[in-house]
């Protein structure tokens, strides 16, 4: 079965710091992989999808970007992370031809 | 735009009811729907999943029905159990559209002894 590892599961960092979110896939090969944010009390927002290595389209403008340097593995960063970008962030993947998603297990951003 | 919401944001059952959560989507390209169930502090989970070309699925003491004719969508749970307690998102994939499924608020389902 396919499986998302994502971390850390928290994450503390002062405004104006960067980020640097990893994810990595196990259990399948060439995935479509996703970064979303969830709001507290509220649905998921789609932020990147990948479709493959260096392959990135973004849903929403803003001060985030994503990378994908290895089959496996997608990066959401930010060079300077602004109150609003706190929130509990969700990597997923999906296998090819299957839209239905599998999801990491979160990272909780909280920007000071 | 077109999105997938839901009736009711919160829900609670007592244990052994049944529990019914509803979803209305407005796209109607929609080919494919799924319940996620997401616990606190995690990452959502696969329920079960329907296409549309099916009005009913049944699994391990759930059932989906999709009406698309009033572009509805239904989770219930049968026998709620304490472990049920969570937060029940539908999620859409419109024909089409790509990748990404479209996700909808959530409802959170709280089950009482």
Redesign the interface.
Known sequence: SQT?H?WPATLVQPVGSPLSLECTVEGTSNP?L?W?RQAA????Q?LF?S?GIGQISS?VPQNLSASRPQDRQFILSSKKLLLSDSGFY?C?G?LRGR????????T?LTVV | GESVGLHLPTLSVQEGDNSIINCAYSNSASDYFIWYKQESGKGPQFIIDIRSNMDKRQGQRVTVLLNKTVKHLSLQIAATQPGDSAVYFCAENPLGSGYALNFGKGTSLLVTP
């Open positions: 998302i994502q479509n996703y979303y009390g509220r649905g998921l789609l999808y479709v849903e969700l997923a999906s839209p239905e998603a599998f999801f990491g297990q979160g909780r």
